[in-house]
């Protein structure tokens, strides 16, 4: 017996999800099936709710709802950008607190062999903003990989500009990491990035 | 700066699926609003349909799509009732193949510290349908671990019925699994049902 295509569809879409295989997509769906009704219904108007209100903010690329980017419409330092992969990245940082500058998401890094090239990433975009002039920092905060500082060097060396300082993250070991398990790239790095006891 | 009520919601809907944390939530969610609109538009048709259509089958508790159940309106023999916790228990067994009979889908199993008492699973229901005198046999197939064993325990020693034959699965080594890993209890539940070479 196969399944109907009403339910099959539904599985179909909720093994888009990353990390989510046809298998766990199954489970899912029985999942929901079995819940009560009210349950399939929440779901349903959370996801039309999304649908309506949420888009992506044509500036920085992280969401907004009904038309306000929830970062570029606050009050924030204008001279910082921070350019990061992915708009979950920005709720990592803005978790962590003590940023206040603004953001740019670039949607991926790049990477040659899955055919993502600087046309595919939202880098036009940034030499735009850059060109307005009023951004004095850019923050390359692409992931920690060999692809996220591939992707931070070639916009480093295509946004040089009179008046613009570009930074990276600080690398080395994480707060509450043991060093017998940190990778040996992890420790070069912080050894590299040594710092005087007394430096900030 | 906390996420807003719309993606939030859209999280704690997600969050309801079994196996899925607050954490891989916020992963569906933010990748839902990355994606191409048109996936958060099929997404929502997929659960739209599934609202409008899917039902659960009053007799045997599987799935009816548009009223007709997909077990129960096939043409199948009616003598045997298979009883399962889940749905998802019926499709593996159909995927399987070799069964002709009916399902009865208990909805779980018993177990009395989170509450779950014979009123709380379809047992009434089961004893509705051997009451009409169809069923001649009667296969227990809860899950083997103690509740799954408890509850087949309990419904059997509650239906006895004349010309009612109540089986369990077969227990033993799965196919393909290597002695050397399997657990202990496997092992002695199959030398238990060791059989003649010659028999089926």
């Given at each position: 017996?196969l ?8 599985i179909a879409e909720?093994a ?6 046809r298998r766990s ?16 219904a929440?779901?349903h ?6 649908e309506?209100?949420v ?7 992280y969401f ?6 929830l ?25 962590a607190g003590?940023?206040r500058g ?5 949607g991926?890094h ?15 975009a ?10 004095h ?18 916009i ?21 990491a043991?060093?017998?398990f ?19």
């Amino acid at each position: 017996m196969l399944l109907p295509p009403v339910i099959e569809h539904l599985i179909a879409e909720f093994a888009r999800f990353p990390g989510v295989g046809r298998r766990s997509a199954e489970r899912m769906a029985f999942d929901l099936l079995s819940a009560p009704h009210q349950r399939v219904a929440a779901l349903h108007a959370a996801i039309g709710q999304v649908e309506k209100s949420v888009s992506v903010c044509a500036e920085c690329g992280y969401f907004a709802v009904d038309g306000a980017c929830l970062i570029c419409a606050q009050n924030r330092d204008r001279e910082s950008l921070l350019v990061v992969e992915r708009a979950l990245d920005v709720t990592a940082i803005e978790r962590a607190g003590g940023y206040r500058g603004l953001y740019h998401v670039l949607g991926g890094h790049l990477s040659p062999l899955k055919g993502i090239s600087p046309s595919s990433l939202r880098i036009d975009a940034l030499y735009q903003r850059l060109d307005a002039g009023t951004v004095h920092e850019l923050i390359l905060a692409t992931s920690p990989s060999v692809e996220g500082d591939a992707t931070a060097l070639y916009i480093s060396r295509n946004v040089e500009r009179e008046n613009l300082r570009i930074t990276r993250l600080g690398r080395g070991v994480p707060m509450g990491a043991s060093l017998e398990f940190s990778d040996a790239g992890t420790l070069r790095m912080a050894l590299e990035g040594r710092r005087g006891m007394d430096s900030p």
